[in-house]
């Protein structure tokens, strides 16, 4: 074991800080543990501090992205500008602080006199070998030389980003070297290299086509490698706290739904499966019987301390009643993202109760019930509805009230104690009437009626929306926005 | 009583010192780990904390407990959890025949009290009548054992806790009996397909690994391990196959094993290359749903 210094303790620390800033559930326990795991592994193992504090730090699949994201900030960055971490841990190492000690070295590790690449040519034979070592050079020098970096400016770096790729022409070479590849004209010069293994001298299709995918994924991972160089160099700039506060990007289950790209909607919904479960079980434990059944096993094991006299009856514990559920959700293009959510997580609920109806609407509510059974994946689900003619199909303009009227058409004689109603919208109705006697009806019928809104609360009841309205009349009616606010929701139904 | 801190063995510490001799030696029980899974195998032996794994189906995670066990040269002990499970499952239980059978043959001997076993049980709450379920069993043991905990996040919530003073404190509190203390700390391995978000109490007690897909280059080594028959080129078109069917939307992306199943039928064809014919023969192997071999066909024909 070797003891940590100081500089590198106290980086540790801040560096743990900033993972519970950005939403990981770091405690004193796991801290007590970083550190000793840090000691037992030892500095001089390579990856040894990554393995140490991921293993550590890190007790969840979706957090690893943030993990080392702002791993890479604090402990890699200033690596790449001069400063390793190990320095860090010698006794005349600079201030922990970091901020100083980095804007002084150069910006790169790219020395001023190295001879510059032919970048043209050093990307083509990156792209056809997939060196990393060249991929590297190959970004430091791009940025240098197209990222037209202006100092102080507190940015991410996303428009470094793009004129570097755009100045390297990246997409116009990947597809060029693509082409190259399939049609197999000079595509032996690639073979054989380091790892590049599509597929030795096979000229099959398929060879070709997985060849065109190795291509694709070296251009990624020199995509990653041009944005680690930028924040290095933002790191140099402004120093790691300023950075890390403009590149927070939230955990997957912070992310605003409404607002969330592709990539963040797969990591939602990936982060959303647990939840799905809670839900349901959460739902049936709602009612419960007070016995179950009379567990003889039981009882009589528990007779044994009593010299075989039963004194204490077990009972099993009891079914959960299922209860019935109704769902009416908002498909219109003011809440498309949402939509979205919404699909997936009442697909989810319909594979997990079998008394379910859904409706879906935008100006007229419409059974589709069936079609979510029918798919369980819910893209499926979403182009089936889209196939129906979606939009069209469920009226142009959104409008709850005449929605409301429908839905409560549909269900309002089955509605009893033990159904619950979950309404998913944004209640903006354009300045339609909001049939708000409907809404009370179903509320009266039902044993709970429960309003998931994408938008924030102080915006319910601005311009057309009905919210403040419908809000009235539910058991519960909670802005759901992230993740986080749907797990709330749930915990708060025990 | 407090429960005295066991030191790690020895041979334990020895055995795994550090990150790449584990990998060796797991790679002589024909378990290729990477580097992170090799280096955090051993610093869970040398901290003595559990290993919390998690990753899809099929990617070794149990087979990693299984390895590491036959690499130390210890007995594994397998608690299979589902859903329902409860202590007298993984932990203890009082074997109430074998008491009963006692209480009659020692009815009618001279010194029996009915009043002292009413009173305080006296004579049938003892560890002869104690039958240890896997988690008693990995830390009584009298050799140091590998105790894997499978598929933890079946269990419910409430039973997760009972696991909680076997993984940190290595005792066992038997309310009749007291503290059963450890003999040995096992090395302890939690497997989750992450269907349930565990505590944060279970978690926090734990090293977390999570095993992914291997890399291709790895996962070309694992072919060549399990077949070595196979000429170089096809199990790299193979494993670049199984790529990028992982990458694709499926319901169920074909795990190593399912890779390993397709190697071996290239193998017995005796195939040289990998066509379309042969790729979709693959496909029937690699996938285990009928749409996902529909989707999968189609993407693959379409890119022509």
Same mark, same amino acid.
């Given at each position: 074991m070797t003891a940590i210094r100081t500089p590198l303790l106290e980086r540790i620390h801040r560096f743990a800080d900033e993972l519970r800033t950005r939403g990981l559930p770091i405690s004193m326990v796991e801290r007590i543990d970083a550190m000793r795991a840090v000691e037992t592994v030892g500095l001089n193992v390579p990856n040894g501090l990554h393995l140490a504090l991921s293993a550590t730090l890190v007790k969840a699949a979706e957090h690893r992205g943030v993990f080392d994201e702002v791993f890479q900030l604090y402990f890699r960055s200033e690596a790449g500008a001069g400063v390793t971490w190990s320095d860090l841990d010698?006794?005349?190492? *600079?201030?922990?602080?970091g901020t100083g000690a980095a804007g002084t070295v150069g910006a790169f590790g790219l020395a001023p006199d190295q001879t510059p690449l032919d970048l043209d040519h050093a990307l083509r034979t990156a792209l056809r070998d997939g060196s990393e070592v060249l991929a590297r050079l190959i970004a430091e020098q791009a940025v240098l030389q197209f990222s037209r970096f202006e100092p102080g400016r507190p940015v991410a770096g996303v428009l470094y980003e793009s004129r570097t790729i755009e100045g390297l022409r990246l997409e116009q070479v990947r597809a060029e070297i693509a082409r190259e590849v399939t049609e197999g004209s000079g595509g032996a010069s690639g073979n054989g290299a380091a790892g590049g293994a599509g597929g030795g001298g096979s000229g099959s299709e398929l060879g070709l086509q997985l060849r065109r995918q190795e291509v694709a994924d070296r251009a990624n991972s020199l995509r990653q490698q041009i944005r680690e160089v930028i924040r290095e160099q933002l790191v140099a700039d402004r120093g790691l706290d300023a950075v890390t506060e403009t590149l927070r990007t939230p955990l997957p289950a912070d992310a605003d739904i409404s607002m969330a790209n592709r990539d963040q909607l797969a990591e939602i919904e990936r982060a959303m499966k647990p939840l799905e479960r809670k839900l349901a079980t959460t739902m049936m434990r709602k009612r419960r019987q007070r016995n179950g059944q009379l567990d003889v096993r039981a009882t009589l094991r528990a007779s044994m301390a009593t010299g075989g006299v039963p004194v204490k009856v077990l009972h099993r514990r009891p079914n959960p009643t299922k209860p019935q559920l109704y769902v009416l959700a908002d498909m219109s293009g003011s809440v498309a993202t949402f939509a979205a959510f919404t699909v997936t997580l009442v697909s989810a609920l319909t594979q997990l109760f079998s008394r379910l109806r859904t409706f879906a609407f935008i100006e007229n509510a419409i059974e589709l019930t069936d079609l979510f059974r029918e798919n369980e994946d819910p893209l499926q689900t979403i182009r089936a509805i889209n196939r129906l003619g979606g939009p069209s199909y469920l009226g142009g303009h959104t409008d709850y009230g005449h929605a409301l009227r429908q839905f409560g058409a549909e269900i309002s004689s089955e509605l009893g104690r033990r159904s619950t109603v979950l309404i998913f919208g944004d209640g903006r109705g354009n300045y339609l009437p909001s049939e708000e006697a409907t809404l009370v009806d179903i509320s009266r019928r039902a044993g709970a009626v429960y309003w998931l809104n994408? *938008?924030?609360?102080? +915006?319910?009841?601005?311009?057309?929306? +009905?919210m403040h309205v419908y809000a009235r009349h539910c058991t519960e009616a909670v802005s759901c926005r992230t993740l986080n606010d749907l797990r709330r929701f749930i915990e708060d139904l025990d | 009583m407090t429960a005295e801190p066991i030191a790690v063995d020895d041979v334990l510490t020895e055995l795994f010192s550090d990150g790449d001799r584990v990998g060796k030696l797991l790679g002589e029980q024909g378990y290729l780990a990477d580097e992170r899974t090799a280096g955090i195998v051993s610093l869970a032996a040398r901290l003595g904390k559990p290993v919390l794994v998690e990753g899809p189906?099929?990617?070794g995670k149990t087979q990693l407990a299984k390895s590491v066990a036959a690499m130390a040269g210890r007995r594994l002990v397998r608690l299979q959890c589902y859903e329902g499970i409860d202590e007298s499952k993984a932990l203890y239980e009082w074997d109430y025949r074998k008491q009963l059978l006692w209480i009659q043959a020692a009815r009618d001997e001279s010194g029996f009290n009915a009043d002292a076993i009413v009173e305080n049980g006296a004579g049938i709450f003892d560890e002869r009548f104690l039958l240890s379920r896997p988690m008693l069993e990995a830390i009584r043991s009298d050799e140091p054992v590998v105790l894997l905990v499978d598929e933890v996040d079946r269990v419910d919530a409430e039973t997760e806790a009972l696991f909680l003073e076997v993984l940190a404190e290595h005792q066992v509190s038997v309310p009749e009996l007291g503290q059963l203390n450890a003999r040995h700390i096992p090395l302890v391995f939690l497997t989750s397909n992450g269907t349930r978000d565990l505590s944060e109490a279970l978690k926090r007690r734990c090293l977390f690994l999570y095993l992914d897909y291997p890399t291709a280059e790895r996962e070309r080594e694992i072919v060549r391990q399990h077949v070595p028959g196979l000429t170089d080129a096809l199990s790299s078109e193979l494993v670049a196959l199984v790529d990028t069917l992982r990458r694709m939307d499926l319901k169920k992306p074909p795990s190593v094993s399912e890779t390993i199943d397709f190697a071996q039928t290239l193998n017995l064809l005796g195939s040289s290359e990998l066509d379309l014919s042969t790729a979709s023969l693959g496909l029937n192997i690699l996938l285990k749903y009928q749409e996902d071999i529909r989707a999968a066909s189609a993407a693959l024909g379409r890119r022509r």
């Open positions: 010698d006794d005349d190492a *600079e201030d922990a602080d994408p *938008e924030a609360r102080p +915006l319910w009841g601005t311009g057309d929306s +009905l | 189906a099929g990617t």
